[in-house]
């Protein structure tokens, strides 16, 4: 009785073993797909960021953001198209904060040279207006105007406080 189901034992266990290689093989190149396919949008994601950043495209590809739930943009982009968009959208309000920035520095520097023009003209000389920007003043809580100025409204606020200005003389 032994002899008669050894063979067929025999059988079914190389057919389990052959049957477990092929599903091994498969989740072997599943997973071969899916990482070529992550590499894939990382690698799209990266060209993106590195026209968009330069330089600093490496690290922020690297840092985790508070936009893609603590994950890097390069983690994001690995797990799922979606990530990949979900990338983009962070860099997109990436862009739109320098543009901000820059809008902000340009005001500024318009604010200035405005504060300075005016001081140039109260004072008569350069020298002692560029000095009066650059000192505390009371009026502006004992900042100096160069740090208070950054728009028109606190420019028109540094001008009421101008030595020698009309308005204050009267």
Do not use: Y
């Not at 059988?11 to 477990?20: G, K, L, S, T, Y």
């Amino acid at each position: 009785m032994d002899a008669c189901g050894l063979p067929v034992e025999a059988e079914v266990a190389e057919r389990q073993a052959a049957h477990r290689r092929t599903e091994e093989e498969r989740a072997a190149e599943a997973q071969h797909r899916a990482e070529e396919e992550a590499n894939a949008r990382e690698a799209e994601v990266g060209k993106v960021v590195r026209a968009a950043m330069g330089t600093d495209a490496i690290t922020w590809m690297s840092t985790p953001l508070e936009g893609l739930a603590g994950l890097s943009p390069a983690e994001a982009a690995r797990r799922s198209k979606d990530g990949v968009w979900k990338v983009i959208a962070a860099l997109d309000r990436w862009r739109d904060e320098r543009a901000a920035d820059a809008r902000r520095l340009e005001q500024r520097e318009q604010s200035l040279s405005k504060l300075r023009n005016a001081a140039r003209e109260s004072f008569g000389r350069p020298d002692f207006a560029d000095l009066w920007i650059r000192q505390p003043c009371k009026g502006l809580a004992g900042k100096r105007p160069e740090d208070i100025c950054v728009d028109d409204r606190s420019l028109e606020k540094c001008l009421e406080f101008l030595p020698g200005k009309k308005a204050r003389r009267a």
